[in-house]
């Protein structure tokens, strides 16, 4: 099967290098021509529009910021459908809103071309290593076909519901997990600070146990180094949460807590930090505090 892939941003870059690891032969475009360069090194070939790489493409994979980039790379001139051959699968692994996924999936449908929605989650870490989970949603035979597309990226992958949009709904469940998890290790770690308690130690004592998490055990760590290093950055947990708002809306569901976390990743936005790791998120709380988490060492390291 030939891959092309589009959008080699965090996730992308890591996602496209494990498909040519696993020996698929890969087209790639990009909006920014030098974020190519790396894969091109590794085997990749370089397309010149969205359209030239569907020409040559059996699957064509989108893994971009939000879902006016998807409907543009697809449908605008030099888009993916003015190239597309017959029978071509779309696989869209951005995170959008699920009404949106099945628009897009009802006008491919109409130019007699196939879609998947597949959101993964696992930041930057679980692309480069190829351990994402991916929620694919869509015909299960598609599914069934790209299975060995998807088994090159990720180690957990879940065909969820028969429905493009399935997909992006259960990633939205994910975003709302995840950022609920980052809200209360936020606050955990300010109440442990200012409880005078080493904060290496206490992360080393709560992690392992039923209190544990993935974001306690990747972010807490760089949460009191103070590094915000984005493996997911506060822009695209914004984009995530507006459109778990609007899919609760629609579907006429109360979720109080991601309405405040939107509120506090807004905030932090607004004051210019939203290429930071969704991790800052405790810089708000922080806000509210009036002073910071650190751990001695950061703080000596800092002086120093
Ligand atoms: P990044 O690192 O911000 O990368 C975003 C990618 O999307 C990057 O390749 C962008 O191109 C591309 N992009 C964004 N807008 C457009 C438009 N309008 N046209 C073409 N290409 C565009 O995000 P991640 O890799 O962390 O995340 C990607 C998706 O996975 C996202 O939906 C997450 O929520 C989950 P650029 O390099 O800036 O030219």
């Not at 606050?187 to 974001?215: I, N, R």
């Not at 778990?244 to 979720?255: E, F």
């Not at 988490?293 to 703080?299: I, K, M, Q, Y």
């Amino acid at each position: 099967m030939k891959i092309g892939f589009i959008g080699l941003g965090i996730m992308g870059a890591g996602m496209a290098a494990n498909l040519l690891k696993s020996g698929f032969e890969v087209r790639v475009w990009n909006r920014s021509a030098e974020k190519t360069i790396a894969l091109l090194g590794q085997g990749a070939v370089l397309a010149a529009t969205p359209a030239a790489l569907a020409a040559d493409s059996d699957v064509v994979i989108l893994c971009v910021s939000d879902a006016a980039a998807v409907a543009q790379l697809l449908f605008a001139d030099q888009g993916v459908v003015s190239g597309a051959q017959p029978n071509l699968l779309v696989i869209d692994m951005s995170t959008i809103s699920p009404r949106d996924s099945r628009t897009h999936a009802e006008r491919l449908a109409a130019q007699g071309l196939r879609m998947l929605d597949a959101p993964v989650s696992g930041s930057r870490e679980g692309a480069e290593q190829g351990t994402l989970s991916i929620m694919v949603g869509g015909d299960s035979a598609a599914y069934e076909e790209c299975r060995p597309i998807f088994s090159a990226m990720g180690s957990t992958l879940i065909h969820v519901g028969e429905r493009c949009g399935d997909g992006q709904t259960v990633k939205l469940v994910n975003q709302l997990l995840a950022s609920g998890h980052t809200l209360i290790m936020s606050e955990a770690l300010l109440f442990a600070q200012a409880g005078g308690v080493d904060l290496e130690k206490t992360l080393a004592a709560v992690s392992a146990g039923a209190a544990g998490s993935w974001m306690l055990s990747n972010r807490g760590p760089q949460v009191i180094r103070r590094d915000w290093t984005p493996g997911f950055t506060i822009d695209l947990q914004l984009k995530s949460l507006s459109a778990v708002l609007s899919a609760a809306a629609d579907n006429g569901v109360p979720v109080p807590t991601t309405a405040q976390l939107y509120q506090y990743y807004r905030a932090l936005q607004a004051q210019g930090l939203g290429e930071e790791g969704h991790h800052a998120l405790i810089k708000a709380l922080e806000g509210l505090a009036g002073f910071t988490v650190e751990a001695p060492t950061a703080l000596q390291t800092a002086k120093d």
